[in-house]
């Protein structure tokens, strides 16, 4: 069946603009997670939904950042005010859920703040 | 923070076997041990898990030692495709997250 799909796949802004990641999960997947990895570095987490809910935010690096998932299937992203140290890969990554599911991760959006 | 130990880097025959090692001594009894790989520019890329048993499926084996304080991927014949960064997680048990560290590079010579 289809992965993680996310859109879009490269994003360029600038510094100060507002930007919206979406995130396609596998179908049936109840749980959906953000990571970020910047050039160099392992994927680190940023937020876990379990339906609609935010089970788990303690990734998000400040208030600047934010996201949703109000359907409990496409989520997005939300990034204001950004700033050139937002630029990374944001993968999303989905999971049937549970505490111990094998999570599957889409292609990710490579963002540049200029 | 990752609590798992991987070397940066490491170099692999093609067709011979990449024996990829993994410390993780503050593992918890009930915290499994996953494998991702991630090619470059892709998202990583699930290979195995296990908890107690060695675990085989059709990418990889997975070696677990008995006091479960280390582990080794094995990928049985190397080809060029296989070239990647390895990532070796614990996972934890009190959330979801993965906390994926820095990974091994493994590159697969011709």
């Known amino acids: 069946g289809a992965g993680v799909s996310q859109t879009p796949s490269n994003k360029v802004t600038e510094k100060g603009k507002y930007v919206e990641l979406r995130c396609d999960p596998i179908s049936g997947h109840t749980a959906l997670y953000w990571y970020r990895q910047s050039l160099g570095q392992g994927p680190e987490f940023l937020i876990y939904f379990q339906g609609t809910g935010a089970a788990d935010d303690s990734g998000l690096p400040n208030d600047r950042f934010f996201a949703v998932r109000p359907e409990g299937s496409v989520s997005t992203l939300k990034i204001q005010r950004t700033e050139r140290g937002d630029s990374a890969v944001y993968l999303c990554?989905?999971?049937?859920?549970?505490?111990?599911?094998?999570?599957?991760f889409g292609p990710g959006t490579r963002l540049l703040v200029l | 923070d990752a609590k798992t130990t991987q070397p940066p880097s490491m170099d692999c025959a093609e067709g011979r076997a990449a024996n990829l090692p993994c410390n993780h001594s503050?593992?918890?009894?009930?915290?499994?041990v996953y494998w991702y790989r991630q090619i470059h520019s892709q998202g990583p890329q699930y290979i195995i898990h296990?908890?107690?048993n060695n675990e085989t499926n059709e990418m990889a084996s997975l070696i677990i030692t008995e006091d479960r304080k280390s582990s080794t991927l094995i990928l049985p014949h190397a080809t060029l495709r296989d070239t990647a960064v390895y990532y070796c997680?614990?996972?934890?048990?009190?959330?979801?997250?993965?906390?994926f560290g820095t990974g091994t590079s493994l590159t697969v010579i011709p």
């Open positions: 296990g908890l107690k």
């Open positions: 997680i614990v996972r934890l048990n009190t959330g979801n997250q993965f906390y």
């Open positions: 990554a989905s999971s049937l859920g549970g505490a111990q599911e094998t999570q599957y």
């Open positions: 503050t593992i918890s009894g009930n915290e499994y």
